[in-house]
């Protein structure tokens, strides 16, 4: 018999109290359970599983996966994808489920919150995550924030990166590049450079500390330009400043007498999010 506390938090945030019942819990054969097609989390270590299956076959499952119907005696799973394959590996007949009705945009939604709350979800899983619910069940920004508990510049930030060059995502996903390098590259507009300093930065083994100094080596001038060489990264520095603390890309341009600021954004939303920033209100 399962308590409400043996339910672990995650689930627990997800499902109103009352989704707890005992009779919701039943133990339903693997041949009727498939993954969910939502499923945000793409990456499961084999070492982990394995590690899982000897924990399963000595203790049983401690915490039951969440499922919804689809269909006669068929389920998807909403959360516990893991616990189902080790499950599998395991050679489970069944395996405990909570079943509750939701629809696809709900499964989304609580497969997503309840990797990032177990912190199981790289930043390309995380940010393609967000994208898919902006793209195909319609939430803002500020809301997948409120529903994750992040703050929306967190939120743009991911969805930035993940648009990045696929070559540099595949360094992402490889381990060989962190997201504080991917933030760096954001403030290139051409897909070359952006290129070009990511695999660097992986053949020459640069932290992100080191990588923020090559770019800045890189945005200093020619020694054939008029403009003196501290002044021209003195603006280039303070395009540095405004762009963090703006978290988007801002170009400064001109000297230090007269010049313009350009600031980039890159949908609606993070337009109202600066918007709000600077505490303008649209008519």
Known sequence: MLSKKGLGKGL??????????EKKVREIPLPQIEPNPAQPRKDFPQESLEELVLSMQQHGLLQPILVRPAGLEHYYIVAGERRYRAAVMAGFAAIACLVQDCTERESAERALIENIQRDDLSPL?????????IAEYGLTQEQIAQRVGKSRPVITNLLNVVQLPEKILQLMRAGQL??????LLLGFDEQEQQITIAERAVNEGLSVRATEALIARLREPKKTERKPTKERMALGSTADLLSRAFQTKVTVKGDSARGKI???????EELNRLLELWRIEAE
Do not use: D, Q, V, W
């Open 12 to 21: 627990g945030a997800l499902i109103a109290e009352e989704g707890f019942a």
């Open 125 to 133: 899983e995380e940010g393609t995550a967000y994208a898919r619910l």
């Open 178 to 183: 962190s997201l504080g390098h991917a933030k």
């Open 262 to 268: 350009e600031i980039s954004y890159y949908s609606e």
